[in-house]
C-alpha cells in the first residue's frame, strides 16, 4: 500500500506571495492532518480534516486554511506569506478520527524569501 | 492547554548499550495517549510506541520500552541494544482520547549513537 504522498517536496516562495500544498493520503485513510515544523516554534498542529469537515484547528492565523475533497485528499493554503512561514509542513492520515496511528509523509519544505 | 516537555535536547550513546529519553507532560483529561515519535534525517515521522493512559502495563516493542508514571505524568523511552540507525530526532506526543488525531509534541531529542 503506498504511503502518505505530499507534493511539492520543496518550494521557494515570495513573501506575500501565497502557496497551496498538497497531501494525498493512504488508500482508506479518512483523516488528514497538517503540522508546521520550524526549529524556533517546533511541531505544531495547524488542522484536521476527516470527511470533508474540518474537526480541529491549531492556533494559527487565518492565513492558513485547508480544506479535504471526497477523495480524502487534502490541500492547504497560505495566503500573503511571510518570512516566518518557512518551515516543514507535515501531512498525517489515519484511518478514522482518534485511532491509535497516524502515518507521516515526507513533508514540503517551504521557503519564503 | 496540554502541554509536553522534553528536558534533553541531546543525548548520546555507545552502540550496543541502553538509554533513556524523558517526557513529561501536563493534562487535567483522564483518557488520553502518549506516543514516541522518531524522525531521522529524512525527516519522514516514524511512530515508535504508543501507551494508552488506561493500560497499567508499560508498551514494548522490540528493543523499545516505556517507563509510563501516570501520576508523576512522565513517560520516558528507553532503548536497548543501541544501533547506528536508532539515531533521529525523537518527539513524545500527547493526545486526547476520543478528541481527533491532535497532536502536542514536545521539543524533541536528539539522540546520538557512537561506534
Known amino acids: 500500500k503506498a504511503g502518505v504522498t505530499q507534493t511539492p517536496r520543496y518550494l521557494i516562495k515570495t513573501r506575500g506571495q501565497q502557496v497551496t500544498l498538497s497531501c494525498s493520503p493512504i488508500?482508506?485513510?479518512?483523516?488528514v492532518s497538517w503540522y508546521q515544523q520550524t526549529p524556533g516554534q517546533g511541531l505544531q498542529f495547524l488542522f484536521e480534516?476527516?470527511?470533508?469537515?474540518?474537526?480541529n484547528k491549531g492556533n494559527f492565523p487565518g492565513r492558513f486554511s485547508g480544506r479535504q475533497f471526497s477523495n480524502s485528499r487534502s490541500e492547504m493554503n497560505v495566503s500573503t506569506l511571510e518570512l516566518g512561514d518557512s518551515a516543514l509542513y507535515l501531512c498525517?492520515?489515519?484511518?478514522?478520527?482518534?485511532?491509535?496511528?497516524?502515518?507521516f509523509g515526507p513533508g514540503t519544505r517551504l521557503t519564503v524569501t | 492547554a496540554q502541554t509536553v516537555t522534553q528536558s534533553q535536547p541531546e543525548m548520546s550513546v555507545q552502540e550496543a548499550e541502553t538509554v533513556t529519553l524523558s517526557c513529561t507532560y501536563d493534562?487535567?483529561?483522564?483518557?488520553?495517549?502518549l506516543f514516541w515519535y522518531k524522525q531521522p534525517p529524512s525527516r519522514q515521522m516514524i511512530l515508535v510506541i504508543r501507551?494508552?493512559?488506561?493500560?497499567?502495563q508499560n508498551a514494548t516493542e522490540n528493543r523499545f520500552s516505556v517507563n509510563f508514571q501516570k501520576a508523576a505524568k512522565s513517560f520516558s523511552l528507553k532503548i536497548s541494544d543501541s544501533q547506528l540507525g536508532d539515531a533521529a530526532m525523537y518527539f513524545c506526543?500527547?493526545?486526547?482520547?476520543?478528541?481527533?488525531?491532535?497532536?502536542?509534541f514536545g521539543g524533541g531529542t536528539r539522540l546520538m549513537v557512537k561506534p
Open positions: 498525517a492520515s489515519s484511518p478514522g478520527l482518534s485511532t491509535y496511528e497516524q502515518y
Open positions: 488508500s482508506g485513510h479518512r483523516s
Open positions: 480534516y476527516f470527511s470533508e469537515t474540518q474537526r
Open positions: 493534562t487535567s483529561e483522564s483518557d488520553y495517549y
Open positions: 501507551q494508552e493512559a488506561y493500560k497499567q
Open positions: 506526543a500527547y493526545r486526547r482520547g476520543n478528541a481527533g488525531n491532535m497532536l502536542t
